[in-house]
């Protein structure tokens, strides 16, 4: 990537606000999301990019534990949400079309049109049981919500949902998508708390954020049992990061299974949800270090950057051959080309998006073919002169480091079994 060609550039790389700041709005202030238009969010390249491996992370995580992905539609049919009592009580949140097409809204739930879909392929067998899937799916709500991507009318999540044949198996169900959860979250390298009813398997991961909305008063578990009693310590704000109950509507939609009798039955539902925009707000709020963000390297947009130093054209050349070198050899790779950007600018960007090694090509550096690299934000790194094949040395052993420098050579001992 090329930060001199993709738009709403110029703002990276601007100073870490204050971390004392409640209303501090991070994706926005490092440029790796915007509201340009009726309360949607845009993704930078940059913001995008970090998504992206959250998305890989959970992914691989959600098939080590077992689950299946699909792919399902952004419409669906209004009368699809109906069984549930979804128009009655979410009808004005729906986001819809003019007629002749006023029978169809955009995505606005799952669970309906997931069992919609198993319905479709007719009666199950128990073997088939437990099924577990996921899907990456935006969801659309047009709330009037804060402008963040926190709470938006637009946002991204991991749905997942398993069905069980009796209330029994999927409490064991909803014990397994809480240590998938988990999982994904250690891989994130996230701390979030799990509040959980083992009676219903209701449960949620919160994390400490000023500006959420879901303290422990307002998790599920909480809301289930309104004779739960709290403290002053449940009200204090948190962010929900995963949330996951039963699923009471299964019976109106058409879906069965034959049990060991041939008896026909109906399945148990859990549904699940992990927030991937709200992964990445949690990964901006817990890995700020002073004057930038020490993302893990599961997840860092960029393991290098790619720095040009002044504006001779010979110099530009050179940064951008050893952009393609380093690309071509498969390394995470951004080029910080931005014509009057400064220095001090582009080392601020490397800080504030947890990119780690920074590679400076000046004029010097042009002609004699070896290249200087500094180190990670903290880490006492002293700056090495290296050629092309020295620095592809270097990134090979050392390019996948935390900003700690320690090496994450742990990454297979995390994660749940299926």
């Not at 001199?4 to 204050?18: E, F, Q, V, W, Y």
């Not at 501090?24 to 340009?36: I, S, V």
């Not at 009796?166 to 390298?189: E, G, N, P």
């Amino acid at each position: 990537m090329r930060l001199s060609k993709i738009p709403h550039a110029d703002p990276l790389g601007a100073p870490m606000p204050d971390p004392g700041d409640p209303e501090a709005d991070l994706p926005h202030q490092l440029g790796l999301a915007r509201f340009t238009d009726a309360g949607f969010p845009w993704f930078s390249p940059v913001g995008q990019r970090l998504v992206t491996r959250i998305q890989a992370v959970v992914r691989r995580e959600m098939e080590r534990a077992g689950y299946a992905e699909f792919r399902g539609p952004a419409v669906h049919r209004v009368e699809t949400l109906a069984p549930a009592g979804w128009l009655e009580r979410f009808g004005g949140e729906l986001i819809g079309f003019s007629a002749p097409f006023d029978q169809y809204t955009l995505a606005a739930t799952s669970e309906e049109p997931l069992l919609s879909y198993i319905g479709s392929a007719g009666l199950a067998s128990h073997r088939q049981l437990p099924m577990r899937l996921f899907e990456f799916r935006e969801i659309f709500r047009f709330r009037d919500r804060p402008q963040s991507i926190y709470n938006s009318r637009q946002f991204q999540c991991c749905l997942f949902a398993s069905l069980d044949t009796d209330h029994a198996a999927y409490l064991q169900s909803a014990a397994h998508a809480q240590r998938t959860v988990r999982a994904v979250l250690d891989r994130l390298r996230l701390s979030a708390e799990l509040v959980r009813d083992e009676t219903t398997g209701g449960f949620e991961f919160i994390f400490p954020y000023a500006r959420g909305d879901r303290p422990r008063s307002r998790t599920i578990p909480y809301h289930r049992d309104a004779g739960r009693a709290t403290t002053a310590e449940d009200e204090i704000p948190q962010g929900g990061v995963a949330m996951g109950y039963g699923y009471t509507h299964t019976p109106a939609f058409d879906v069965r299974f034959r049990d060991e009798d041939n008896q026909v039955r109906t399945p148990v539902m859990g549904t699940y949800g992990l927030g991937i925009q709200r992964c990445v707000l949690a990964l901006l709020e817990q890995h700020r270090v002073p004057g930038g963000i020490a993302l893990p390297a599961a997840v860092r947009p960029f393991d290098v950057m790619v720095a040009v130093q002044g504006r001779d054209p010979a110099t530009a050349d050179a940064a951008g051959e050893l952009h393609r070198v380093l690309l071509e050899n498969d390394v995470s790779v951004v080029l910080d080309d931005r014509h009057g950007a400064s220095m001090g600018g582009r080392m601020r960007f490397a800080d504030a998006v947890g990119v780690p090694w920074r590679v400076v090509v000046g004029r010097d550096d042009a002609k004699s073919g070896s290249f200087r690299l500094r180190g990670p934000l903290g880490a006492r790194e002293p700056e090495r002169s290296l050629t092309v094949d020295g620095l592809l040395a270097h990134l090979t052993a050392r390019g996948h480091e935390e900003w700690t420098g320690r090496p994450g050579n742990d990454d297979e001992r995390i994660g749940a079994s299926a």
